[in-house]
């Protein structure tokens, strides 16, 4: 397997900041992504979107240079999303999984007629110009059965637990990761540079407020 850099080095800076272990920070921010995620899927529902948006409203621009930035590989991340994954469910009666091959994919199952099928469901992921990852849906597995993508998406935006963050379109075949309407403590945010699965390349910065930042 190819030498990948570890994640979390944390670069110098000019101004000062309250203590925080930066391996914490980095945790945090891998365990999100991509439970994203995808990582992850939750149903929406349009009042608890309404309250997230006037709580956290959307980052218009993230200026200057990154306190901390994150190289991975689908490995390190693949753990991450187990771990994650197996405490976010623990209460849930619905389970599924998502794991970072050289397509992201979800598993999870559907009853039809009482009786469970599994399901595979392959996405492309793209960064946006404003840091959040969009998951395109590719391609479905589902046996010899013939199930349109977007019945099983809608399937999951109902019965499957995401984070507020996470939104599922169904008609569109898209998840997107909402980085800009997520918060690490200290009002710290993160934005996605660059997923490359084939070349298994995941790069990921770390932003401090620019109001906390002092020359």
Do not use: C
Not at 67 to 73: G, I, M, T, Y
Not at 149 to 155: F, P, R
């Amino acid at each position: 397997m190819k030498n990948k850099k570890h994640a979390g080095k944390e670069k110098e800076t000019t101004f000062s900041w309250k203590k925080i272990n930066p391996w914490k920070v980095a945790f945090l921010f891998l365990v999100g992504i991509l439970v994203g995620g995808g990582i992850f899927l939750y149903s929406r529902l349009t009042e608890e979107r309404e309250i997230l948006t006037d709580e956290v409203p959307a980052i218009v621009a993230k200026e200057g240079t990154p306190v901390l930035s994150v190289n991975s590989n689908k490995e390190q991340i693949n753990s991450l999303i187990d771990f994650y994954l197996e405490q976010y469910q623990k209460d849930s009666d619905v389970k599924y999984h998502f794991t970072l091959e050289d397509q992201a994919l979800l598993t999870g199952e559907f009853k039809i007629l009482n009786y469970p099928l599994t399901f595979y469901l392959y996405f492309d992921p793209y960064v946006t110009d404003n840091g959040n990852v969009q998951l395109k849906a590719s391609s479905l597995s589902i046996g010899t059965l013939t199930i349109p993508i977007k019945q099983v998406m809608s399937m999951i935006e109902k019965n499957f637990k995401l984070p507020d963050w996470v939104e599922v379109d169904p008609d569109e075949h898209l998840i997107m990761i909402r980085f800009d309407q997520f918060r690490l403590q200290n009002g710290l945010f993160i934005r996605a540079e660059k997923i490359d699965l084939v070349d298994d390349t995941i790069q990921i910065n770390l932003y401090l407020p620019k109001d906390s930042q002092k020359e």
